[in-house]
């Protein structure tokens, strides 16, 4: 199989209180690739400058993702900058220079259009609809966003909402989005929209997992002593999902089963957790499926407890 | 088996976005009991003003709450008034009229000694020396504590956190008073002191637990639609944790085992989540132990996910 992912490619300027990195491979797209092609192959629709260093074209090609939909356009590579507080889960962008993505519209090449599972990242709610217009097919539509989105384009967002399976979304932005002060209104709001599933990423707390059919999953972060950068985290965490789904078979309806939602969030979180660790997307360069297995098992034994009540 | 508490009884003036509640029983000691008392006998040491309603006193009475411990002075109780943000987890303190808790020391009567258990409510480090001192032999001490005691006794707590067997703290507290960003961190830092067991409470995203032995423990919170009021949501915490504890028998070497303490835990988080469901103690007020029974199995269902790694 294949899983189709439309983002960004960028080059990132990172700060954290301790350290700092220039130019580095960033962007929706290509975190999300890097932790998906752990799984399977990947089909890239994105767009880059001139300017894009051949060491990160080879390696995504030395990572089996396919770049026939990446566009290459004079100019400058999208560029961001950004600053982390002490905390770590809060940051102030520095700088956005959209160069040649400024004029992004995503073409799905022929070659990608058997690709059963399609990974809209976080770009413009139009180019997202423009891409789900281009392959109709696609057995499995899963939806990011971000802030900017629902405040600037809340009604192209919605109209992609309702054609997708799935939505990750953080708790503010589904606070946002559905002017709920509870997320289990929030998101009985947003499967009544016609998601299969929303996911609601809680950063170091985790994930929660809703399903249109009853489906409610806590699923526990990966506890980190350290973390490094966590720019991606939550686009390597849809990697993990997405790239674990691509290994299941689905029921004959196309649809998986909530025991299957709940191993690919748990893969999702793991990857995450890995991203972390190093800067850009250095912290997924060396992981193997066995790193993967071993939080997997760890996290079981972290946060599972007697599941039979004890007589008082 | 019976617990022993120390603690503040206080008449609680709560004000959240929707609704306000005037001086309604309240104060740590209070909550505790109450949750405590679903299990197993109470052993209440605290003190009241000579205006304390009798229907608060029937209403102990009635629990199996033990007021031997119970001092009534002549003067005001302890009246404290808060009032909630829109998010619920952040709240502003109107007014903390001590009364009678100024000259407050506690004293531990001689039929209360043989409790096994001891929870040290949130009150001046001081005054939890103090009860140390007169119960030596409890087989399980267990310490609350709050910012304030962090910022202004901070010696004095730390005395006390080296004679206890179990430490509860906010994920601030922690940060707070180790001065480490990183919780694993600041776990390390606290187990080092002599502790065998570090709660760390994360309202609304459940609790974390810490083991001298290594146990990690990620405990999910209970989903709840609707928070009434949070108001001591932390104290009957602690009263589902050690209420059961109360209920286990210890190994020979008086320690509970991960599993016991994983299950306390979870039952801490389900007696937090009833609390929320309305001001004061009345959340408390009806609850049976099937009623935690009921939660306990949904977070079985809720939180846990196929054990065994599936290979990809």
Redesign the interface.
């Known amino acids: 199989m294949s899983i189709l992912v439309v983002g960004s490619v960028a080059l990132d300027s990172v700060e954290t209180p301790f350290q700092k990195k220039d130019s580095a491979l960033g962007g929706a797209a290509s975190y999300f690739s890097t932790a998906a092609s752990l ?1 399977d192959e990947v089909n890239l629709v994105a767009v880059v400058g001139s300017d894009f260093p051949q060491e990160h074209l080879d390696f995504f090609r030395n990572r089996g993702i396919n770049l026939s939909g990446l566009q290459v356009e004079e100019g400058k590579t999208f560029a961001w900058g950004g600053r982390y507080h ?3 889960n809060h940051r102030d962008t520095l700088f956005t220079e959209l160069g040649v993505f400024a004029d992004f519209h995503p073409v799905v090449p022929e070659s990608y259009h058997q690709s059963p599972l399609l990974f809209l990242a976080n770009i413009l709610p139009t180019l997202q609809m423009e891409v789900l217009e281009q392959v109709p097919r696609a057995r499995l539509t899963v939806l990011d966003t971000m802030e900017l989105w629902i405040m600037t384009a809340r009604q192209e967002l919605t109209e992609v909402i309702k054609r997708v399976d799935i939505l990750l979304m953080s708790e503010e932005e589904v606070r946002q989005y559905t002017e709920k ?5 929030g998101a009985r709001q947003l499967l009544d929209m016609g998601l299969k599933y929303l996911v609601v990423k ?1 950063g170091s ?2 994930a ?1 997992l809703f399903g249109a059919d009853g489906t ?6 990966y ?5 490094i950068d966590p720019t991606g985290a939550g686009d390597a965490f849809a990697g993990g999902l997405l790239g ?1 789904l691509s ?1 299941v078979q689905p029921g004959p309806d196309g649809a998986y089963t909530s ?1 299957d939602m ?2 690919a969030v ?1 893969h999702g979180n793991i990857i995450g957790s890995f991203v972390c660790r190093d800067f850009s997307i250095n912290g997924l360069r060396e992981l193997s ?1 066995k790193d993967v ?1 071993k939080r ?2 760890e996290l ?1 034994m ?6 039979h ?2 007589a ?1």
Chains 1, 2 share one sequence.
């Open positions: 799984y002490m905390d770590m002060a509870s997320i289990l209104a809680l707390y985790g929660l409610y999953f806590s699923a526990p972060a506890p980190l002593e350290e973390v674990y290994t025991d709940k191993r748990v499926i297995e997997y098992n079981v972290y946060s599972h407890f007697d599941p009540w004890k008082l």
